[in-house]
């Protein structure tokens, strides 16, 4: 056989989708950073959720290292810690909260794998399971929070992608390149279970539109619709207002929606009677009070 022929057996495909799958993980929370920063807030992003995730990122990487597994499932915990300290660093700089300045303790959580292994390395098989239990209270934290909100704009739907076909790379490696842990396996699983229950809750709270329009992966089909689809598809929801500093009625007003997550909205109405209404493309509409009869 040539070297070319060699370089492409299966074992070495699924090397290559590994490490897809790797890079798409990492760079999933790239979308998400991006989103924080231009909106200079992590409101919408749930703060427990991120010190789980890292907590079993650290885990993932340091058991990784001491039993052997390939290196995809290594690098994917040593960079994800790396994307997840990104995240609170900046849950530390856009909060108004002092508390949140104690965060910065979290980044010695490695010190706690390292210290079980070098002390009772016979709780490394129960250590393993840290990285998957943290992923699926990290998604439930997230989902609970788009609940309370009634929105899953805080989430963005180009990460969800990203996770889903990393997941589908990773699963394949897996198939071909059996891992030391069996515990692996489910980091793939509930990462393609994560993508469809975000996907689901951002479609229900937000509409299929807007899920359609928020990513470049479906935001060209969305341009291509019809007008009668388009019309069909669209979904209004309401919003509760939360307590506002800012009077709703008599000229001008800015408010900070909580539903969407810190977007700013400007109000004109000499008076506003009715019920304020975001549509699918997030935009406000009044919908006038029923009149009495």
Not at 176 to 191: H, S
Not at 222 to 229: F, M, T
Not at 233 to 243: A, F, H, I, Q, S
Not at 256 to 266: I, N, P, T, W
């Amino acid at each position: 056989m040539t070297s070319a022929t060699l370089f492409w057996t299966r074992e070495h495909l699924a090397f290559f989708c590994g490490m897809v799958s790797t890079l798409l993980f990492s760079a999933v929370w790239i979308p998400q950073i991006l989103l924080n920063y231009q909106r200079k807030s992590t409101q919408g992003f749930s703060t427990a959720g991120m010190v789980v995730r890292l907590t079993g990122s650290a885990f993932l990487y340091v058991n990784a290292c001491v039993t052997g597994e390939p290196m995809p499932v290594i690098l994917y915990g040593g960079f994800g810690y790396l994307v997840v300290a990104v995240l609170i660093g900046q849950i530390i700089l856009y909060s108004n909260n002092k508390e949140h300045s104690q965060l910065a303790l979290v980044y010695l959580i490695p010190i706690l794998p390292i210290a079980l292994w070098w002390y009772f390395p016979a709780t490394l098989q129960f250590s393993n399971l840290i990285k998957p239990i943290s992923m699926i209270a990290g998604v439930v934290t997230q989902v609970l929070l788009c609940i309370e909100t009634r929105t899953g704009t805080g989430c963005s739907v180009t990460a969800q992608h990203l996770n889903l076909f990393g997941a589908l790379a990773g699963l394949y490696m897996c198939s071909v390149i059996p891992p030391v842990a069996t515990t692996t396996w489910w980091l793939y699983i509930i990462a393609l279970g994560q993508s469809f229950t975000f996907y689901s809750v951002q479609i229900y709270y937000d509409g299929l539109m807007w899920f359609l329009k928020e990513s470049w992966l479906t935001s060209g089909l969305a341009s291509r619709l019809s007008p009668e689809i388009v019309a069909l598809l669209k979904k209004k929801d309401k919003v509760e207002l939360p307590n506002s500093p800012h009077p709703l009625r008599g000229g001008e007003c800015e408010m900070e929606m909580q539903g969407l997550l810190s977007h700013r909205l400007d109000v004109r109405s000499g008076d506003l009677d009715g019920d304020i209404v975001v549509d699918a493309d997030a935009r406000v509409v009044m919908e006038p009070a029923a009149q009495a009869v």
